[in-house]
């Protein structure tokens, strides 16, 4: 699977468009990046995921480079309440390691008032 | 709420036992997995059964082990407990792996262990 590196941490302004990058230069033409977030020792939840189009949900949107090699996710008007950790999970659409998620140490997002 | 449930909560017993940890996936969902976070090492994927049968084996030891029932619940066992199984254990569910290729896990809010 290829790896991911992710920043330990950023900061961001209630109200305020929250971007959060993901590097993954090893991905390959049939892996999707995934993003999960993890409040306080919750369960992970769910995002978004796209392999080459940019997508958007009502959640948030991802940016994904014409290369691959680099994703943003965008949430447009972050909250107190999008303080959390996010993980950008590279995933194959098939084989063996399909289904497990491999998780990295993620970005510690902090949403200030 | 991602309709996956997961019992119990928490979870406090001594070293040497033995607990069930048991996920029910959301309604439809064949695949189920479970996930071990620690605080030394992440999260990380344990294994994965689909429709009854093991799919994908991760980092779990051969004091764990796992089944899923015909009504898809799911139960994860762990024996011979000890300080270092302390974590969070979370289960998730999806739709089907082998038809839908972009099948996303959607997760419980975990069972706490805590080994003493």
């Known amino acids: 699977d290829a790896k991911t590196t992710q920043p330990p941490s950023m900061d961001c302004a209630e109200g305020r468009a929250a971007n959060l990058p993901c590097n993954h230069s090893t991905i390959s033409g049939n892996e999707y990046v995934y993003w999960y977030r993890q409040i306080h020792s919750q369960g992970p939840q769910y995002i978004i995921h796209?392999?080459?189009n940019n997508e958007t949900n009502e959640m948030a949107s991802l940016i994904i480079t014409e290369d691959r090699k680099s994703s943003t996710l965008i949430l447009p008007h972050a909250t107190l309440r999008d303080t959390a950790v996010y993980y950008c999970i590279v995933r194959p659409r098939g084989g063996t390691s399909y289904g497990k998620l491999t998780f990295g140490q993620g970005t510690i997002l902090t949403v200030h008032p | 709420d991602s309709g996956v449930t997961q019992t119990p909560k928490h979870l406090i017993t001594a070293t040497g036992q033995r607990v069930t940890l048991r996920c029910s996936p959301r309604s439809g969902d064949l695949s189920v997995y479970w996930y071990q976070q620690s605080l030394d090492q992440g999260l990380q994927f344990l294994i994965q059964?689909?429709?009854?049968?093991?799919?994908a084996k991760g980092n779990i030891l051969e004091r764990f082990s796992a089944q899923q029932f015909p009504d898809l619940h799911s139960e994860l066992n762990l024996s011979s407990l000890e300080l270092g199984d302390s974590a969070l254990y979370f289960c998730?569910?999806?739709?089907?792996?082998?038809?839908?290729?972009?099948?996303?896990?959607?997760f419980g809010p975990g069972t706490r262990l805590t080994v003493l």
């Open positions: 059964y689909y429709n009854g049968e093991e799919r």
């Open positions: 998730a569910s999806s739709v089907d792996l082998l038809v839908f290729s972009t099948d996303t896990q959607y």
């Open positions: 796209g392999l080459k």
